[in-house]
């Protein structure tokens, strides 16, 4: 009789400490945060940026489509170098897209209108290319967003051939999938795409307005979304990016903002609203993260508008010390809950006693950041 109750009280601490642990980080509001740029040609200044990217040195690098260039910020959006100008040669640039980065630190830069891929180092020296016209493999009609996955295969949204293709970073053409159509697995015009930690890809299905889901292969897995204004529902989606805790952000274009989901597309919440104002969006595009102790930054390339817009993500993240002492605490309490009779009775005090600490640390740790 003592041993079932020793288990069962473990198992309850167990299921507890669970718990705890799987809210250790939710929303708690996003907010406007900074915002740079503004129309026109001069360093800093934007025309119709679309794609954004983040590097591990939290460098800003920002397709500037209409000026055929690459600009380089920093995270408070200052200046820091460009390339490109307009043509067809190596290192110039006709609607420059989508941007990725390899595990060397390589920038991949996807034309639309020249329907290739180029690559440079991050001074923007050209390193090689690929890509034509055409719908064989390795060609492209107007490719635009692309990813860059864990095993340094790039996948590409080839918009008008309405499928992906992926590629080894010289450029080699590895396989695709995708057709025009609205069935499972079919594209109507792809715009961009990113990968989850499991390496499952996440695909902006933009003229079928949704989300489908596929394994590293191609295979269809689900899909979430459809036409529409209300939550969860989209009108042009082009911009897909992921946090660290696997949520999806997916810029709603025509609808002016962007909605959150989690992996399986159960919507969360959404920001931004059309207009010119601080915390309005005309067109979003591009979507990138970058993560400051308990805040997530949230880069946006405010397309129509000509600027880079950030939201700071609030969440509520219990601290590792306090995830130590609760594990350090609970281990010795269940070793004596084995050993001696009387843990019986202090076993589960401890674990509601260190949950109800936890609980009002992070109620506090809230409204100081309020």
């Known amino acids: 009789m003592v041993k079932k109750k020793q288990s069962l009280w473990i198992i309850s601490c167990i ?37 954004i990217l983040i590097s591990d040195v939290e460098e800003i690098y920002v397709t500037d489509k209409a000026n055929y260039r690459i600009q380089v910020f920093d995270t408070e959006g200052n200046f820091l170098r460009k390339w490109g100008s ?33 690559v440079f180092d991050t001074e923007g020296n050209f390193l090689r290319k690929w890509g034509t016209e055409g ?40 396989y ?79 609808n002016h903002r962007i909605q959150v989901f989690d992996k399986d597309g159960n919507y969360i919440t959404k920001f931004g609203y059309p207009g010119s104002g601080e915390e309005q969006l005309n067109m979003p595009h591009g979507i990138d993260i970058r993560y400051e102790e308990n805040s997530t930054y949230i880069y946006i390339a405010d397309h129509t508008n000509h600027r880079v817009k950030v939201y700071r993500l609030d969440e509520e993240i219990i601290e590792y010390t306090e995830i130590i002492e609760f594990t350090e605490i609970f281990t010795q309490t269940i070793f004596r809950t084995i050993t001696d009779e009387t843990g019986i009775i202090l076993l589960p005090l401890v674990c509601i006693g260190l ?16």
């Open 15 to 51: 299921i507890l400490f669970s718990l705890i642990m799987s809210t250790n980080a939710s929303i708690r509001g996003i907010y406007f945060y900074d915002s740079w740029g503004g129309l026109g040609s001069n360093d800093g200044q934007l025309y119709q940026p679309w794609g």
């Open 86 to 118: 307009y043509g067809t040669g190596d290192g110039q640039f006709y609607n420059p897209s989508g941007i990725a980065m390899d595990s060397e630190n390589n920038i991949y830069v996807a034309e639309s209108l020249n329907h290739r891929i180029q």
């Open 135 to 174: 719908t064989g493999d390795g060609q492209f009609d107007q490719p635009l967003g692309m990813e860059m996955n864990k095993t340094g295969y790039l996948y590409v949204a080839d918009r008008f051939n309405h499928r992906i293709q992926v590629f080894d970073k010289q450029g080699n053409f590895i």
């Open 176 to 254: 695709k999938w995708g057709s025009e159509g609205s069935g499972d697995g079919q594209f109507s015009l792809p715009s961009n795409l990113v990968f989850d930690s499991e390496g499952y890809v996440y695909v902006a299905d933009q003229e079928n307005f949704r989300i489908q889901v596929f394994t590293p292969n191609g295979t269809y897995v689900r899909q979430f979304g459809s036409y529409g204004s209300n939550n969860g529902e989209f009108d042009s989606p082009t911009g897909v990016t992921m946090d660290r805790i696997g949520r999806v952000y997916v810029s709603d274009r025509d």
């Open 355 to 370: 949950a109800t600490v936890i609980i009002i640390r992070r109620i506090k740790n809230s409204k100081r950041k309020n």
